[in-house]
């Protein structure tokens, strides 16, 4: 996965329709770059990218159990378990 600096401006937004929608912010990103380049996210790429961010929010959440910070933890698994979900849907043709 790639990490990228954004604008606080661009950052606070993304925290936003994130909220409003219930898609994660890296959800949004790669529907952003999919419609500026032009690119069909097909299921089969859909399901990869659910994947790919359930592994990125469980190591997370690992990490933060390491820390002690329960809540936070809860919160990452939570979104791990979430992309899950949301593979398995794509995979259904069910979108996501």
Known sequence: MVS????K???ERSKEEAER??????ELIVEA???AFNENLDPEVRIE???KLSEKFLKEAEELLR???????SEKA???ASQIVKAF???EGKGA
């Open 21 to 26: 929608t219930g898609a994660s912010e890296e």
């Open 89 to 91: 849907a794509a995979k």
């Open 67 to 73: 820390k002690g910070d329960l809540t936070q933890a």
């Open 4 to 7: 990228i600096a954004l604008p």
């Open 78 to 80: 939570w979104g791990a």
């Open 49 to 51: 990218i659910h994947l």
């Open 33 to 35: 770059l999919a419609k």
């Open 9 to 11: 401006k661009i950052e």
